[in-house]
């Protein structure tokens, strides 16, 4: 009887199954590792997007209606209404945004638009330079909670 030395044996087949196991697995959780990453990074720059849509809104409101709180002791109670930071605090079309299945909610306790004044104005002076600030809250696709964080100046024009 003649024997085939060519063929391969189930011994020789284990030890290759297993050897590409050994390499494929740890590069798979890298490659799943990756994905996540670039996820949580997508979610990220969308709430810095929305972000910059706030403050191109912001911008286009005239100066004096930025701020809520200068309008309190207007007669015309509708004119506070009216301003920028009210309908940040408590307008849904401008605290919720749903992108690619995400809801970005702005944090009305965390939305704060203040006027800046110089040590050199007087005290009847209009200011003519904000602060705003603001926290866009969202949960990730990786199911976590986040947070951004936004401070910037908008100066009258």
Sequence with gaps: MKTNKKAVSMIEIMIGVLLLA???????????G????VTSTRDHAQAAFLA??????ARSYPFDMLEE????????????????????KNKEEYNTHVVNGITYKIDPKGVFIDPITTKNADKDSIPNICAVKFTIQ???KDGRDHHLDIHTILAQR
């Design 34 to 37: 990756q994905a996540q990453t």
């Design 138 to 140: 969202y949960t990730g």
């Design 52 to 57: 910059e849509k706030i403050l191109e809104i």
């Design 22 to 32: 050994l390499i494929l697995i740890p590069s798979l959780n890298v490659i799943i």
């Design 69 to 88: 709180e200068r309008h309190n002791n207007d007669n015309d109670s509708s004119k506070k209404e009216k301003t920028f930071e009210y309908r940040l």
